[in-house]
């Protein structure tokens, strides 16, 4: 019988949808355009156009980290894939844009984050599930959500 140890380092994928009242060209722009994104999670800037490299100010964490990303796959307006490498590690990210109801007027938004190590799935997924809400409270003329309504309150008996 294998044997697991008591420490699990595998990875998961955080997989969050929603859909958004908004055509997904218009969806799109809000993970394309440096402009869209400065409103939610950061603007951005290619440092390698022809590599697909781009340089992002990460807006909403502490002390406005810079990051890399890699553009892996951008299929317009359906499919973004990106790597990105910072302080934080390697992350692989992709979101998805289908039409969802009659006539395209609501979209079914996916975004994936592969390969998670377990230990961080909850504070990932509630940074992801912040800054999705922000971008459509920014999209959307809202108030921006506060970060630490997405956190989950500690067990009783841990500090």
Partial sequence: MPQTPADDVGTQTIRI????????????LWFTESDRTAQWI????????????????LVAEEGT?????????????RVLEVTTEDAAGVWHLQ??????????ASTRLTFEHFDVPVGMLKDIR?????YLDTMLAA??????????DYLEPPSPGTA
């Fill in 139 to 148: 999209k959307d003329g809202l108030e921006k959500p506060v970060f630490e």
């Fill in 17 to 28: 949808e929603r859909v958004v009242a908004a055509p997904r060209e218009d969806l799109w």
């Fill in 65 to 77: 980290p810079a990051s890399s990303a890699t553009i892996g796959r951008c299929e317009a307006p």
């Fill in 126 to 130: 509630a940074g992801w599930n912040f």
């Fill in 42 to 57: 950061g603007p951005w800037h290619y440092t390698d156009e022809a590599a697909g490299q781009i340089g992002l100010e």
């Fill in 95 to 104: 979101v998805s844009l289908e039409p969802a109801g009659a006539g395209g």
